[in-house]
Nanobody, 123 residues
Framework: QVQLEESGGGLVQAGGSLRLSCVHS????????ISWFRQVPGKEREYVAS????????YYEESVKGRFTISRDNTKNSVYLQMNNLKPEDTAVYYC????????????????WGQGTQVTVSS
């Protein structure tokens, strides 16, 4: 069983930074690719970024390239999303998800999800 828990969300002004964390409590974390998605009320969940099980391959949604960085530390069962130069349109609930293949952009490609962490960017 894989259980994921996100943290690090909060309220920040436009141009500011936040670092989200996704922690897994099981023993098989390092075998999964991890992605971040985000969702605003009334809209579908949107793909943000992915990282392979080794950390050697990363993908980003176009609107966050150059601003967000995904990384992982398998010794700590953790994946991070460093978000810089935040914009009001980045406001959403952010979720991490575990799947077998890196870079998948649809929800049905993921087996496990966290409960989400709210990110609010004020203008």
């Amino acid at each position: 069983q894989v259980q994921l828990e996100e943290s690090g969300g909060g309220l920040v002004q436009a141009g500011g930074s936040l670092r989200l964390s996704c922690v897994h409590s099981g023993r098989t974390f390092s075998s999964y690719a991890i992605s971040w998605f985000r969702q605003v009320p009334g809209k579908e969940r949107e793909y943000v970024a992915s990282i392979s099980w080794s950390g050697g391959i990363t993908y980003y949604e176009e609107s966050v390239k150059g601003r967000f960085t995904i990384s992982r530390d398998n010794t700590k069962n953790s994946v991070y999303l460093q978000m810089n130069n935040l914009k009001p349109e980045d406001t959403a609930v952010y979720y991490c998800a575990a799947g077998s293949r890196v870079g998948r952009r649809t929800e049905d490609a993921y087996d496990y999800w966290g409960q989400g962490t709210q990110v609010t960017v004020s203008s």
